[in-house]
């Protein structure tokens, strides 16, 4: 056990340190892509996204994997009258061997130490997040859910959903949200019901059911462990958030083409935009909850109403250019 940590601990270490020019390039191979798909359909944009979130997490696993395998290098004896002639080029290359190496060699289980402190906190996180789904599945139903319960069947009916999912009324969250994969649940804020009108309330329903539709919480699990793994590279959350903005944009298009009404939706989502910056005191959702009022509104709701319209993106393509000459730069150096 001790002699695959001492092996263990190093290769780690590189492979942390290598994912970081790694991870820049497929940042910029992925803004690459994202770009010449910004007039695409969502799905298209979502799928870079997704292959490029799983590219960082095979590469550094597939680096450590062969560091691990690679036997070590034989020690090579030279003979005596060879060491003789070689020795003037022994000192030149003594001399001008650079430290930082040797350093940096030796600061690896600091890294690795480091790293596991980071990767151990965010999955305390989502063990959190799992704990608060299962205790949101657990609550009792009050008597006002029952009737919510039969729209919400409804709803889930006519997404061709077979499994039951189940509804509760809260006050804890400042948007509807929907968690679970086996045993779905969606979570409906209970001052919602106060301001918002049934067919609004619906519309915000079918977007949760359309999560649900497309397993969109087994993609979000995964992606936070992804997360919580590579956390110290900008690139990971980076591609996490246009994932999450993806998704967003493609359960509208699924709830609008199941319900026939998109600009329903995007009252909805525009009600429960002015709803939730009335009520931000609110605690915010568990990374693996999907919530209504995630990703883009504005642009959400324009792509609603006017489906041709061109996403509005934040650049990212400069810093992610900027990243990778600096992480090439130290790797080459």
Not at 27 to 51: K, S
Not at 76 to 100: C, L
Not at 257 to 263: I, L, S, V
């Given at each position: ?5 001492v ?11 290598h994912?970081?020019w ?7 191979l992925?803004?690459?892509a ?12 979502y799928?870079?996204a ?13 680096y450590l ?6 036997p ?5 004896v ?9 020795t003037g080029?022994a ?5 001008f061997a650079?430290?930082?190496?040797s ?13 596991a402190?980071g990767?151990?906190?965010?999955s ?8 608060w ?6 609550t009792?139903?009050?008597?006002v ?10 709803l ?20 509807p949200v ?14 919602l019901?106060a ?7 619906e519309a915000?329903l079918?977007?949760?059911?359309a ?7 087994l ?6 462990l992804v ?17 999450r ?8 298009r ?12 995007a009252?909805?989502l525009?009600e ?5 910056c ?12 999907q ?21 509005v993106?934040?650049g ?6 900027g ?11």
């Amino acid at each position: 056990m001790t002699e695959f940590l001492v092996q263990l601990v190093p290769a780690l270490g590189r492979a942390l340190l290598h994912f970081l020019w790694q991870g820049a390039l497929i940042g910029l191979l992925a803004a690459f892509a994202l770009g010449l798909l910004r007039d695409a359909r969502p799905h298209a944009r979502y799928a870079v996204a997704c292959g490029a979130m799983l590219s960082c997490a095979l590469i550094p696993a597939a680096y450590l994997i062969a560091q691990m395998w690679t036997p070590a290098t034989a020690a090579v004896v030279v003979p005596a009258h060879d060491a003789v002639r070689i020795t003037g080029f022994a000192i030149v290359a003594k001399d001008f061997a650079p430290d930082w190496t040797s350093r940096l060699d030796a600061a690896l289980p600091t890294i690795v130490l480091l790293w596991a402190a980071g990767a151990g906190a965010l999955s305390l996180r989502m063990g959190a997040g799992l704990l608060w789904i299962q205790r949101l599945r657990a609550t009792p139903q009050a008597p006002v859910q029952r009737e919510w319960q039969r729209r919400l069947d409804a709803l889930a009916h006519r997404f061709g959903l077979g499994r039951e999912v189940a509804l509760r009324i809260g006050g804890a969250v400042s948007s509807p949200v929907s968690a679970g994969w086996w045993r779905p649940v969606v979570l409906l804020p209970a001052g919602l019901l106060a301001r918002m009108p049934t067919d609004l309330i619906e519309a915000l329903l079918a977007h949760e059911l359309a999560h649900i539709r497309r397993h969109d919480y087994l993609v979000n699990l995964l992606q936070n462990l992804v997360e919580a793994l590579l956390f110290y590279h900008p690139v990971t959350w980076w591609l996490s958030r246009r994932i999450r903005d993806e998704r967003e944009h493609i359960a509208d298009r699924l709830a609008a083409e199941t319900t026939r009404q998109p600009r329903r939706l995007a009252l909805a989502l525009s009600e429960l935009a002015e709803w939730s910056c009335s009520h931000s005191a609110l605690p915010s959702t568990p990374a693996l909850a999907q919530a209504a009022h995630g990703g883009h509104l504005m642009s959400r709701i324009e792509q609603l109403v006017r489906p041709g319209a061109r996403p509005v993106r934040g650049g990212v393509a400069l810093p992610l250019v900027g990243v990778a000459i600096a992480c090439f730069a130290f790797y080459a150096h």
